[in-house]
């Protein structure tokens, strides 16, 4: 008898893991579980092009609805999976129906933190995940239009672009005292405020969100603790995510802030793997464990899983990488900083083209590229060599990076 | 649609119907051929490297500086090199060929 894989979660680590089994010749049942209404995609668009309105959204689908006919696919859209049933392999799906699986991958992401603030029932308050939040932020997007924007990460700062490139007022609210505070260098912070406040966007740092006003339904204002009122047509709060990994812990599966998996995508349960931003994972090349929230994680660690899932052992282990679109920026980020990191410039930051790289005792371990992508590509291989660099080195332009 | 002929990874040699109006990365995704494009098609990863054959690198169009930046630190760069995300496959491309390049 063929064996049935199921994929809870049809997003960008359970999308590529299906295309992983089949492309690996696997012949069995694959039945996808995901409760959003579209085919896998991916979401980084969705605060960049796809708000920008420059994508159409069927350009996100990592494949198209063809792919999983041809494939034999099995696609249930809009079900969201209730419950595991270890002892015997079965799902709960939320239209009541059981469903049996030989092996399982669970990839069901993370959700938006919510802000449980006043007045947060209003109309026009909205968070990033999907594609159907992104279309309903482009609806209230318009020419002059007030966009209050609670947290100042990527997100929030990838939609303040936008939304200032599309005529937007934009005001930014991050409650510490400078954005992209826990992912990028002061310098990084700074320069990037500073190109905000360029295209008309006002950066208010240090303020936290105390309510929200609204009118007839629809919020007016957000009100920080401060006391200031801030006038606005839409509200898009940026303010982090939680792992989807209740289903999982309930289901007896170990979990510690994510479902616990080994280097193999393997959980404590020996027929059930995960992949992607839900999983706490370790990392050779970083020695550590970590739970992560990029594309690169979601379909590097994927592709493990599907290997893993066919018996056949390939330890993920990559340089953690990332990117961000703001303006005409393009950043790139490669490794993992930390607040304690000695900060190297390179280049010049008033050419909008520099580098800032991290040490930690002597050891290069992380990079951000702003428009510098030949920085990106050399300190991939620099970070994953644990390179020791002379700081004065590394600030010195003149000499390449793959020179060190 | 207009054909396109690919060597894979393996060496391997196909034709595809590609589609008009996407990428050729997209098309390649498509046809789940091996090649990660991990960024989709933002010009920010160079994971979906690719070289145009001779013939048809005049009329593939030409790289950006940022295109060009990032192949230059690959280490399988040639002179055809481009990255796929950033051509866009028009009526004018059919019979195009092209070599997929090796992981690194
Ligand atoms: C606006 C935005 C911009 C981003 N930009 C970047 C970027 O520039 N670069 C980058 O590297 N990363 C970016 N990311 C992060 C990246 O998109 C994620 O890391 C990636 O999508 C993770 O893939 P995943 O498969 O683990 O989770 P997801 O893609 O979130 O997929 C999980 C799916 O599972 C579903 N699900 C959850 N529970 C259940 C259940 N019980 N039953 C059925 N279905 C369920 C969810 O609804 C979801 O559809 C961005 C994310 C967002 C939201
Ligand atoms: S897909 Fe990332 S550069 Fe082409």
Request: hydrophobic letters at 40%.
């Amino acid at each position: 008898m063929d064996q049935t894989f199921v994929i809870i979660g049809a997003g960008h680590a359970g999308g590529q893991a299906a295309a992983t089994l089949r492309t690996k010749g696997f012949e069995g049942r694959i039945v996808i579980v995901g409760d959003e209404e579209y085919l896998p995609y991916e979401r980084p668009p969705l605060s960049k092009a796809v708000l920008s309105g420059d994508l159409e959204v069927m350009r996100t689908f990592l494949k198209r609805e063809t792919w999983y006919d041809d494939k034999n696919v099995e696609l249930r859209l809009q079900t969201l999976v209730t419950k595991i049933d270890t002892a015997n392999k079965s799902l709960t799906l939320s239209d009541g129906e059981t469903l049996a699986y030989d092996k399982l991958l669970i990839a069901t992401g993370t959700r938006v933190r919510k802000l449980d603030l006043p007045g947060a029932e209003l109309d026009n308050i909205f968070y990033l995940r999907a594609i159907s939040d992104t279309l309903a932020i482009r609806e209230q997007v318009r020419d002059g239009a007030k966009m209050v924007i609670v947290g100042g990460g990527y997100i929030g700062l990838e939609v303040a672009a936008v939304g200032a490139k599309l005529g937007c007022e934009v005001t930014v609210l991050e409650g510490l005292d400078r954005v992209m505070n826990r992912v990028v260098s002061p310098e990084v912070s700074e320069f990037y405020t500073e190109e905000h406040e360029k295209a008309g966007v006002k950066i208010l740092t240090g303020v936290g969100v105390t309510d929200y006003e609204g009118a007839n339904g629809k919020v007016t204002h957000v009100v920080t603790a401060d006391g200031a009122k801030h006038e606005a047509d839409l509200v898009v709060v940026g303010v982090g995510v939680i792992p989807n990994f209740e289903l999982a812990e309930e289901a007896g599966i170990a979990c510690d802030n994510g479902i616990v998996v080994d280097e193999f995508a393997r959980t404590s349960d020996s027929d059930i793997f995960a992949a992607g931003d839900v999983t706490n994972h370790p990392n050779s090349l970083l020695d550590r464990r970590l739970r992560l929230e990029s594309v690169q994680n979601a379909v590097d660690q994927a592709k493990t899983a599907a290997n893993s899932m066919l018996g056949e052992l390939k330890e993920y282990a990559e340089i953690p990488w990332f990117w961000s679109d703001q303006y005409d920026l393009k950043m790139q980020i490669v490794g993992l900083s930390e607040p304690d990191d000695d900060v190297v410039v390179r280049g010049n930051i008033a050419d909008r083209k520099f580098s800032i790289c991290y040490l930690r005792d002597g050891v290069f371990v992380a990079l951000n590229a702003i428009n510098a992508p030949k920085d990106f590509m050399v300190a991939k291989k620099l970070v994953a060599a644990k390179k020791r660099i002379d700081p004065a080195l590394l600030a010195d332009v003149d000499t390449p990076l793959k020179e060190m | 649609m207009a054909k396109m002929n690919i060597t894979n990874r393996d060496g391997e040699q196909s034709q595809i119907d590609a589609e008009v109006g996407i990428s050729v990365m997209e098309n390649l995704r498509e046809n789940d051929y091996e090649m990660e494009a991990i960024c989709g098609g933002q010009c920010s990863c160079a994971t979906c490297h690719i070289y145009i054959d001779d013939d048809w690198v005049a009329r593939t169009g030409t790289r950006s500086d940022e295109e060009t930046e990032l192949l230059e630190e690959l280490e399988c760069m040639q002179a055809s090199s481009r990255l796929s995300c950033q051509i866009t496959v028009t009526d004018e491309m059919d019979g195009l060929t092209l070599v997929i390049a090796p992981d690194e």
